[in-house]
């Protein structure tokens, strides 16, 4: 919401955010970016949780990523993973003059072999205080069975865009065939994670909508 924007988001928004938003804003996709208000939450989650070891999933040019890495302790570390490491490329440039990209683990990889590589290592079982889920919608439900091995009892996982531009409330037929396709899946996802016994959730509508699921065991 511009109102939540511009009096709060924009005047606390850290420099190098402002830059990578800028360099973004020409880039045909630049809506992929996650939305500064929900950036901002994102950041209080972090700080809350004490994050130490994250993972992510759907770095794009790297505001997320960027966000974490501002936020996390000096000696944090985040497993960032993307298929396309062009567009990472476009937003490096900001985050090594950030100094943060010592934190960085970029992995060029689609999202669920990369996940089922690190299952391989027993060390990774229950290491990792957060996860911020953003790659491709569909294979939400295959990345929620493998993060919730990987975070930890009481850690933290994040889907951004669960209320897909508002189309989960939209009736199907005024939707074009993409739309209809993402809500369908969406739909499913949000419902599968309210049943889900092994999480507290909480969605909140900033940006396009993000569920906070918490390990519960
Ligand atoms: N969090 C980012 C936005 C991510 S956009 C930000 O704040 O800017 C979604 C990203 O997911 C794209 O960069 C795309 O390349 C990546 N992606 C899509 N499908 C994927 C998959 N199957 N595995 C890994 N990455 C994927
Ligand atoms: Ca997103």
Known sequence: MQYILETNVYPREPEPLKELRAITASHPQAYFSTAPDA???LGILLKLVGVKKTKEFGVFTGYSLLLTALTIPNDG???AIDMNRESYDIGRPIIEKAKVEHKIDFIESEAVPALD??????????SFDFAFVDAD???????HERVMKLVKVNGIVVYDNTLWLGTVVQPESSLNDYFKEGRERIIKFNKSLAADPRIDISIVPLGDGLTICRRLY
């Open 137 to 143: 919608k569909n294979n939400y439900v295959n990345y």
């Open 77 to 79: 570390k985040i497993v």
């Open 117 to 126: 590589k690190m299952l391989e290592n027993p060390a990774n079982e229950g």
């Open 39 to 41: 950036g901002q939450m």
